[in-house]
């Protein structure tokens, strides 16, 4: 991507002399070392000096190389990631099956204790014709 930018500077002709906008153009050029500048100076119908800079990014073969090496490091790691997303998912998925195991083991459990249960229940009304937890008939009407 070549992005240009551009710098104006206005000085009046009738403060500053050629020298003076001389000076001037050099000391911003000073501030930008490592870019390229093309200088242009204008004077305009109102005795105005338009120095105009226009600064462009290097663009060589080197730095497309370092910014592809850039992006295949940065892809690189993004396939690291979604390795780690992937190892967690396993983890998640290993999880999630052990507490399914948990649950129907848990289920077979309660199933175990309810039949016991039953069974003392059976043996209970065998030898005395009642229910367990079965409340006594009274006949009478208790609204409250």
Known sequence: MNKTKYLEYYMDSKLYSKDEVQKSIDETKKEFPNKQIDVQVHLNKFGVYIITFTIKNK?????????????KNKENLLLAESENKHKKLKEDTNNNINQIINRVETHNSENKEKRKQSKVQKRFEKYNNKVYGQYKQTHTYRPY
């Open 59 to 71: 663009k060589s073969l080197i730095r497309n190389i370092f910014i592809k090496l850039k992006f």
